[in-house]
């Protein structure tokens, strides 16, 4: 497509991704006849990633982030929904790095158009593609149109209040009298949708020591403004519901690349893989000080290039049920000291036989970032979890 160009949607449900060379961040807005949004729930982006219609779905750095548009779905008086880009780093325009947006069915991932802006200068913003309404049928147009002022301008242009920090309250000026005279302080900020600003990467690390993790938070593994890549150990653990009764799981990661390809897995049938580098040690050991059931040793820093995720799971492959399992976790520890880094609990059960606990995704900038998951899929070996992990990458 050209800037300008459009075509008719043969499908109801579309997906648009946005690649660059870096990391973006990609956001949508619906839109009524005026242009404007209807508040700001109609701003969908990573810390607000659903919307009447619409959804956002993050790439974790390693694949494109993308918004899935369900035209079907989409109420009554929104006639347009732009699709917005900028990259993730402060500051950084989109000179040399033009994104591409590929327009897909979304259900079979077919290519439907795809569209990269003409050269770009100093925008740190852009509107790249716009779904719309137009005599009772949908479209999609290449837009390609830049902003200075990055994503907090798109969304400004298009009505949504971005929380600005309250200015600080000036100091009292003293008086001839002993009284002294102090200004109101200034209104207090309205409450609305928090302007987008870093991903979870920049947000928590290991600066403070061991993180514990709930169900779906991340933390980068960077310790004193360094990516950890040393070598690290996933021990995972369980113990049975009731008491007196054995219960026998496997632990296994599956390694992919940026597409979400298959790379290997690495289980106690195969304890090790991609030359070393991801080493498992053997079905059902107790680990050092912890009680881990099961240990899997990962370099960071031997992985090849083309490993850029990894998702830690457990399965039953006797076929008992988690409802059957206690105190289920996983934890990152430095091999090297033994030290925890990072704890994940489970704190729920499903009669399933399968459980993606969670993912280590690496980083354009290098660094590893970890995601706890804790979902729960029907599998009882590490062969039926691979697809279901690669969905969840």
Known sequence: MTPGSNIPLPVARVTVDVAAPVRLDVSSLLLTADGKVRSDDDFIFYNQPTGPGVTYRSGGGTAP??????????????????????P?????????????????????????????????????????????????????????QGYANGLAGIATDFGVSVEEPAPAAPQPIPAPQPQVT??????????????????????????????????????????????????????????PAFRGKDIDLDASVIAYGPQRNHIDSCYFGKLSIVNGAIKHSGDNLTGEGGGDDEVIVVDLGRLPQEVTGLVFTVNSFSGQKFTEVAKAYCRLLDAATGEELVRFDLTSAEAQTGVIMAKLIKQFSGEWEMTALGDFVKSRTVRGMVKPAAQAL
């Open 88 to 144: 993730d780093a402060a500051g950084q325009t989109f000179q040399g790095i033009e994104p591409t947006a590929t327009i897909r069915n979304a259900d079979d991932n077919s290519v439907l158009a795809s569209f990269t802006p003409p050269q770009l200068g100093s925008e740190t913003a852009l509107v790249i593609v716009e779904v719309y309404l137009r005599n009772g049928a949908w479209k999609a147009r290449a837009v390609g």
């Open 182 to 239: 102090t200004p109101p302080p200034p209104p207090a900020p309205p409450t609305t949708a928090a302007a987008p600003t870093s991903p979870p990467s920049g947000k928590i690390n290991l600066d403070k020591g061991r993180v514990s993790l709930q169900k779906n938070q991340t933390v980068s593994l960077v310790k004193g403004g360094r990516p950890l890549l040393s070598q690290v150990k996933m021990g995972l653990g369980w113990e």
């Open 65 to 86: 982030d993308a918004i899935t548009v369900d035209t079907s779905a989409v109420p009554p008086g929104i006639e347009k929904i732009v699709v917005t880009a900028s």
